[in-house]
């Protein structure tokens, strides 16, 4: 058993406490800020206000709906999870245990999203997080752009890493990012 555990390839996430510090005390000072946005936002984390979707009619003659409905590779509750996502005016939560199919949900989500005509930006606290869903779209041929470090990033995806990239400038990140659309 010993022997099998010595030729795995295990990979560790490095957390970068620093910068995520910084990070969680910038977006705790936007909340303060005397706007709508961030009133908007104070209503959303900080009294707990409950998120709001769409219903109704036109729903039911929207593409994405329909093939998230007609999709026989999703249980029941991944299509009433995928609906959420895409009825969500303010956010949507997909929670469950490990292997219950989030990730494989989240495949389905984006793919419903793209049909909108939608960008989509995946984040998560770690990087195989992100990067499990991305070798995913990969396989779906969904193509995307990586931002991240390439030391960071699965090696299915680094080249599609936004930092390997020959890119100079705004403008080119704004072509690469209209390709992938």
């Not at 195989?128 to 960071?152: P, T, Y």
Request: proline share 2%.
């Amino acid at each position: 058993m010993l022997q099998d555990l010595q030729n795995e390839v295990w990979r560790i996430d490095k957390d970068e406490v620093a910068s995520s510090f910084g990070t969680m005390r910038f977006n705790l000072v936007q909340l303060f800020f005397q706007n709508a946005q961030s009133e908007s936002l104070r209503k959303l984390i900080v009294d707990l206000e409950a998120p709001r979707f769409d219903s109704g009619s036109v729903l039911s003659q929207d593409p994405a709906i329909s093939y998230i409905w007609s999709e026989g590779n999703l249980n029941a509750d991944q299509k009433r999870a995928i609906i959420k996502i895409l009825t969500a005016k303010d956010y949507a939560l997909v929670l469950g245990m490990p292997g219950t199919g989030k990730t494989s949900t989240m495949v389905y989500a984006v793919k419903a999203l793209l049909m909108r005509g939608a960008s989509v930006l995946l984040t998560s606290y770690t990087n195989s997080a992100v990067d499990n869903l991305l070798i995913k779209l990969k396989a779906q041929g969904i193509d995307f752009v990586r931002v991240g470090r390439r030391e960071a990033v699965h090696k299915e995806v680094e080249g599609y890493c936004l930092s390997d990239m020959d890119i100079h400038s705004v403008d080119d990140i704004k072509l690469k990012l209209d390709e992938v659309k």
